[in-house]
C-alpha cells in the first residue's frame, strides 16, 4: 500500500515550481501569526535602536560573564588587552621594517636599518602568540560557565514566576524564545565582544599608521569596509526575522514531533491509528520551515554578493589614490610601500572587525530576548514576604475572584467560605465549574485579582507563598509521574526532610501503594519509568495511589484533595476515603470529586457553578432543597440503582 505521507510530498513537489512559489502558497502559516504580534516589534528593531541598546546588553553580559568566574573574566580581559597591544606593535614594526628595506642607498645598509624593527617585529610576533593562547585557554573555560550562569538564570527565573504567567502565551513564548538562542546568546556576546576589542586595537594601530602616512588614505579605508559591514547587518537582521516568523512553526512542529516519539501517547497513536495523520502534518510544518530558510539563504547571498563589489570597487580607488600619489611625486616609494601594507592590514582589521560587530550585533538580537525574558519573569516573580503559621484554626475566603489570563469570565467568582481546623470540606460542581481553580487559590497556587483570603484573620497576601505551599499537601487530578524511585515518589513530598524508608512505607501504607510497591522488582527502589533499563510502569491507579501516599508523606496541615480516586478501584477507593477520615482529624481537608457517595460525610458541602458558589451547607440540608447538589446525587444513586 503506498504510504500517504510520500505520496503527498511527491505531489507537493511536483506542484512546487520555484520554493518562492510554495511560499506564497503557504503564505498563511508563514505571515505572523495574532499571538507573535509582540514579536514583531523585535523584529522591526532597526540597527541604530540595536547600537544604542548595545552597551547594556554588552554589560548584562559580561555582568554574567563575571559572576560565573571573576578570575577567568579578568584573566581573559588581561590577555585579550595585552595581545591587542602586541599585534599593534608587531603592525606598526613592519612598518618600520619596510622603511628601512625601501630607503635609498646600499641594501646592506638598508637591511641593517631593518634590523631594529625587524626584532620588534620578532617580539611582537612570539609574545603576541603566547598572549593569545592564554587568551584562548581563559576563553575556553569562561565560555562554558557563561553558558551554564545563563542556563541556571533561566531555571530560576522560569520557577520563580507565579503559576498563573505559566497560562500566559505572551511569557511562554519569551520563554521558548529565550531557551531556544538566549542561552547561547549570552555566550556568544561575551565571546564576540572580546574579539572586537581585540580588532578595534588592531585597526586602530593600522589607522593610526595611515594616518601619519597620508591623512586622505584613511576615509578610502572606511569606504572600502562600510559595503561589508552594512551587508553582514542586513543579512544578520534577514536571520534574525526568519527565526522569528518561522518560531510559532517549529513550536507546533517539535510538540508534534514530542507526541510522536514519547511513550505516553504511543497506545493511542496506534490505537487511533493517526501516525500518517500526525506526520503529514510534521512534514508540513519542515516544509514551510526548509524553504524559508532556502528563500532567506538566497536573499543573504545576494546581499552579501553585493556588499563584496562594492567593497572591492572602494578598495580599488584607495590602490589608485595611492598609485595617484606616487605618479605626482607626493609620496616616497617606501612610504607608499609602508602604506599598501598598512592599507591591507587596515582593511582586514575593519573587515574583521565589522563582521564581529555584526555578530555582536545578532547575538545582540538573540540576547535581548534573552534578557527580556529575565527582565519580565523578574517582573512576575513571586513577592517575598512573612513566613505563614505553621498551623491555623481557620482559613476564610472572602468574595475571591480568580481569572485566567485572557479569559473573558472569571475562573473563580466571589466565592466565600470557610475552612476549619479539623474539618472535611467538599466541592461539587459539573465539569468546568471552577472546583480545581479554588482549591488551587486555597494551595497558594494563584492568586484572587479581588477579594481576601485569610489565615486567623491575616490577609495571607503578605505571606511569602512558598511558604503557604508548606502548609499545604495537594492531590492533583493528574499527578505527576517522576521518573524516580518508588521510595522517592513518595519521599519527594517532604524532600526537605531526611525520610526513612519506614517513613515512607508508613505513608504508602496509609495511601493504599505499599502491597504493589512491594510486588515491584526492587520493591521501593523500583524506577517508575519505562525510558531507563529495568525501569517499571504503574498502572493509573496505582500513580494514583502513590500520590495519596505522597500527599500523605507531605504531613502539611491542609490536604486538598483533586479527584484523589478518579482511576482507583472500588475498594481502593473506599480504603484512601477511610484514611483521609482518620487524617481529617488532625488537620483540614478539601475533597473535589465527582463521587457523591463520597461527600455526604464531609462537614461542609460548596456547589460551584460557573466559577460561583450557588449551594452550600451539610449532605441532608442540600438534599432537602432539591437544588443541583440533590439532582446531582438522585442522578448518581439511581445509576447505580438501576445497575
Ligand atoms: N490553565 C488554564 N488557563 C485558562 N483557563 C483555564 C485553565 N484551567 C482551567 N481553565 C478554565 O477555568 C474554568 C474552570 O476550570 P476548573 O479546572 O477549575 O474546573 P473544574 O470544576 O475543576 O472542572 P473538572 O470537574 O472538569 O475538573 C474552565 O472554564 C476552564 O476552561
Redesign the pocket.
Known amino acids: 500500500m503506498p504510504d500517504p505521507v510520500a505520496e503527498k510530498t511527491s505531489t507537493e513537489e511536483d506542484e512546487a515550481v520555484t520554493p518562492e512559489g510554495m511560499l506564497a502558497e503557504q503564505e498563511g502559516e508563514l505571515a505572523l501569526p495574532y499571538w507573535l504580534t509582540s514579536t514583531e516589534e523585535a523584529a522591526n528593531t532597526t540597527f541604530l535602536q540595536m547600537v544604542r541598546r548595545l552597551p547594556r546588553l554588552l554589560r548584562e553580559a559580561w555582568l554574567l560573564a563575571w559572576r560565573a568566574s571573576p578570575r577567568t573574566t579578568l584573566a581573559v580581559l588581561a590577555s585579550q588587552v595585552a595581545g591587542g597591544v602586541a599585534a599593534a606593535v608587531g603592525l606598526i614594526s613592519v612598518v618600520g621594517v619596510l622603511d628601512g628595506l625601501l630607503r635609498a642607498g646600499p641594501t646592506p645598509e638598508r637591511v641593517r636599518a631593518a634590523v631594529p624593527a625587524l626584532a620588534l617585529l620578532i617580539l611582537a610576533l612570539a609574545v603576541r602568540g603566547l598572549l593569545q593562547s592564554a587568551a584562548t585557554a581563559a576563553h575556553g573555560r569562561l565560555s562554558p560557565m557563561v553558558s551554564e550562569a545563563a542556563e541556571m538564570k533561566l531555571m530560576d527565573l522560569t520557577t520563580r514566576v507565579d503559576l498563573a504567567t505559566f497560562?500566559d502565551p505572551g511569557w511562554r513564548d519569551a520563554m521558548e524564545r529565550a531557551r531556544d538562542r538566549g542561552t547561547f546568546a549570552a555566550q556568544q556576546v561575551v565571546d564576540h565582544s572580546i574579539d572586537l576589542f581585540t580588532h578595534l586595537m588592531g585597526l586602530i594601530a593600522a589607522a593610526g599608521v595611515l594616518a601619519v602616512l597620508h591623512p586622505a588614505l584613511l576615509p578610502m579605508l572606511v569606504l572600502a569596509v562600510l559595503p561589508t559591514g552594512w551587508a553582514a547587518v542586513r543579512s544578520a537582521r534577514l536571520g534574525y526575522r526568519s527565526r522569528l516568523r518561522l518560531i510559532a512553526v517549529w513550536r507546533r512542529q517539535r510538540m508534534l514531533a514530542y507526541l510522536l516519539a514519547a511513550r505516553e501517547p504511543a497506545a493511542e497513536l496506534r490505537a487511533f491509528t493517526v501516525r500518517r495523520f500526525l506526520l503529514t502534518e510534521v512534514g508540513r510544518l519542515l516544509r514551510i520551515s526548509t524553504l524559508e530558510e532556502i528563500r532567506v539563504i538566497g536573499r543573504v547571498v545576494r546581499t552579501n554578493l553585493l556588499g563584496q563589489a562594492l567593497s572591492g570597487l572602494a578598495t580599488g580607488l584607495a590602490y589608485a589614490m595611492l598609485f595617484g600619489l606616487l605618479w605626482t611625486g607626493r609620496m616616497a616609494l617606501a612610504t607608499a610601500g609602508a602604506a599598501a601594507y598598512a592599507i591591507n592590514m587596515g582593511i582586514g582589521k575593519l573587515t574583521e572587525l565589522a563582521f564581529t560587530a555584526n555578530r555582536v550585533y545578532e547575538q545582540g538580537l538573540y540576547f535581548a530576548d534573552f534578557q527580556g525574558f529575565c527582565d519580565l519573569s523578574l517582573a512576575r516573580a513571586e513577592p517575598d514576604g512573612n513566613r505563614a503559621p505553621d498551623a491555623f484554626a481557620e482559613i476564610r475566603l472572602d468574595h475571591v475572584t480568580f481569572s485566567?489570563p485572557d479569559?473573558d469570565r472569571p475562573?473563580v467568582s466571589d466565592v466565600s467560605l470557610t475552612l476549619r481546623h479539623g474539618q472535611i470540606i467538599a466541592l461539587v460542581?459539573e465539569?468546568?465549574?471552577?472546583?480545581?481553580?479554588?482549591a488551587a487559590v486555597l494551595a497558594g497556587l494563584y492568586r484572587p485579582q479581588t477579594g481576601t483570603v485569610t489565615w486567623d484573620g491575616v490577609d495571607a497576601a503578605g505571606f511569602d507563598p512558598e511558604t503557604v505551599r508548606e502548609r499545604v499537601a495537594v492531590v492533583m487530578?493528574e499527578p505527576t509521574r517522576w521518573p524516580l524511585s518508588a521510595r522517592l515518589n513518595i519521599a519527594i513530598g517532604r524532600h526537605d526532610r531526611p525520610a526513612t524508608l519506614e517513613r515512607v512505607r508508613e505513608s504508602a501504607r496509609a495511601g493504599d501503594a505499599h502491597d504493589f510497591v512491594m510486588e515491584l522488582p526492587r520493591e521501593y527502589e523500583t524506577l517508575l519509568s519505562r525510558h531507563f533499563t529495568d525501569g517499571a510502569d504503574l498502572s493509573g491507579g496505582q500513580w494514583q495511589r502513590l500520590a495519596v501516599s505522597r500527599a500523605f508523606h507531605r504531613d502539611a496541615p491542609l490536604l486538598i484533595c483533586d479527584?484523589p480516586t478518579a482511576n482507583l478501584d472500588a475498594r481502593a477507593e473506599h480504603e484512601v476515603y477511610r484514611r483521609l477520615r482518620d487524617l481529617a482529624a488532625g488537620r483540614t481537608v478539601v475533597l473535589?470529586t465527582?463521587r457523591m457517595a463520597s461527600v455526604r460525610e464531609a462537614d461542609r458541602i460548596y456547589v460551584?457553578d460557573h466559577?460561583a458558589v450557588i449551594e452550600e451547607g451539610g449532605h441532608e440540608e442540600l438534599i432537602t432543597a432539591g437544588g443541583l447538589y440533590a439532582q446531582l446525587f438522585t442522578l448518581q444513586a439511581s445509576a447505580y440503582q438501576t445497575a
Open positions: 497560562d485566567y479569559a475562573a460542581g465539569n468546568g465549574s471552577g472546583k480545581s481553580t479554588l487530578q479527584e473535589i465527582h460551584l466559577g
